[in-house]
Antibody
Framework: QITLKESGPTLVKPTQALTLTCTFS??????????VGWVRQPPGKALEWLAL???????RYSPSLKNRLTITKDTPKNQVILSLINMEPLDTATYYC??????????????????WGQGTLLTVSS | SYELTQPPSVSVSPGHTASVTCSGEKLGDKYCSWFQQKAGQSPILVIYHNNKRPSGIPERFSGSNSGNTATLTISGTQAMDEADYYC???????????FGGGTKLTVL
């Protein structure tokens, strides 16, 4: 059974940094063709992709946020960590992590998000 | 940057066929996924690789992708299908995931 769960603070102040952890089970980030990504959703708005990390430590970032984002993995702990600096009220959103599945030798264009976490709501406010 | 455009809302009567479109430049040359998100819940993958259904997704969900438009079709729509639907693809030029703006499907 594959599960993912996001954890982190529920409230941060503007200008602070955010660290979110995605803890997963049922698969390994040491398996070829597997990645984990982060997607956020402001209240009442659309999904927005943030970052991805893969089994080989390849990393991809949203062009609009790449200067503020860092994604890392702790493979033995089955965790992916997302850091976002210089938080502002517009960063208020539910943050999801999801598995990004491809397969051996597949282009990233062939990958898809197949399992999602429950999400964690983050509010940025003073 | 690459953009995907969806209609904000679609309405369908129970038992009828609903079509949700997603438009983007040469989208037919890319793979498209579709996600269902019910109120207060996480997104669920309903279609990947344009027309493949994950295990557990009812057969009434189907997908197609050609030219500049991908389409999610729900045949025999049920009240439980009322949700927001998002399309998603990969933009190779920026190595980025791209989501559409979402479509609210109302079954009435």
């Amino acid at each position: 059974q594959i599960t993912l769960k996001e954890s982190g603070p529920t409230l941060v102040k503007p200008t602070q940094a955010l660290t979110l952890t995605c803890t997963f089970s049922g698969f390994s980030l040491s398996t070829v063709g597997v990645g984990v990504g982060w997607v956020r959703q402001p209240p009442g708005k659309a999904l927005e992709w943030l970052a991805l990390i893969y089994w080989d430590d390849d990393k991809r970032y949203s062009p609009s946020l790449k200067n503020r984002l860092t994604i890392t993995k702790d493979t033995p702990k089955n965790q992916v960590i997302l850091s976002l600096i210089n938080m502002e009220p517009l960063d208020t959103a539910t943050y999801y992590c999801a598995r990004h599945l491809g397969g051996f030798g597949q282009s990233l264009a062939n990958y898809y998000f197949d399992y999602w976490g429950q999400g964690t709501l983050l509010t940025v406010s003073s | 940057s690459y953009e995907l455009t969806q209609p904000p809302s679609v309405s369908v009567s129970p038992g009828h066929t609903a079509s949700v479109t997603c438009s983007g430049e040469k989208l037919g040359d890319k793979y498209c996924s579709w996600f269902q998100q019910k109120a207060g819940q996480s997104p669920i993958l309903v279609i990947y690789h344009n027309n493949k259904r994950p295990s557990g997704i009812p057969e009434r969900f189907s997908g197609s992708n050609s030219g500049n438009t991908a389409t999610l079709t729900i045949s025999g729509t049920q009240a439980m299908d009322e949700a927001d639907y998002y399309c998603q693809t990969w933009d190779s030029s920026t190595a980025s995931v791209v989501f559409g703006g979402g479509t609210k499907l109302t079954v009435l």
